[in-house]
């Protein structure tokens, strides 16, 4: 929550929070026997993680802030994965794909991650890092109706 916060607080603080709008931080972490694995830094690092997470289940946890002009709302979600067992070759082209960069846990499940993955329990958009039935309700709580289209003169930062 705390990354998620300091997301959404950035941006606030940088551009502003739109009139009607607002300003949303998310983060994800992967744990692992309550050890939070956090990004690989190094194609090593990401082998390790990986090697570790080889056939067991582990939980994967989005934090969600939403900054509107009446104040702040945060939700979490979290969601099981239980990776596949996994041999020298197929960690090996996991690692090539590249995608354990700026990766929780050093995987992505939209990607050629997903071939990692034995089975998911739970919202799967809360593990690709944006859980979009809490954010939903986040959006209804702030009085903002969610998938709207965006209001004139709001702009998405890139």
């Known amino acids: 929550m705390a ?39 190094h194609p090593a690092e990401a082998e390790e993680m990986l090697r570790s997470l080889a ?22 979600s979290s969601a099981e994965v239980r990776m596949r067992q996994m041999d020298d070759a197929m960690v ?6 590249g995608e354990w960069q700026g990766r929780a846990g050093a995987y992505a499940i939209q990607g050629a991650g997903g071939a990692l993955i034995d089975e998911i329990t739970g919202d799967p958009s809360t593990i690709v890092g944006l859980p979009i039935g ?3 309700a986040l959006l209804k709580a702030a009085g903002l109706p969610p998938w709207c289209q965006t209001p004139p003169g709001v702009r998405h930062l890139p």
Do not use: N
């Open 3 to 41: 990354h998620a916060r300091g997301k959404a607080r950035e941006v606030a603080d940088r551009v502003g929070i739109p009139e009607g709008g607002a300003v949303l931080g998310a983060d994800t972490e992967v744990v692992l026997d309550g050890v939070a694995l956090g990004k690989a830094s």
């Open 55 to 76: 056939g067991r289940t582990h939980v994967v946890m989005t934090g969600l802030v939403l900054i509107t002009r009446e104040g702040e709302r945060t939700t979490m």
């Open 92 to 97: 090996q082209w996991y690692l090539a794909q």
């Open 134 to 136: 809490p954010l939903a």
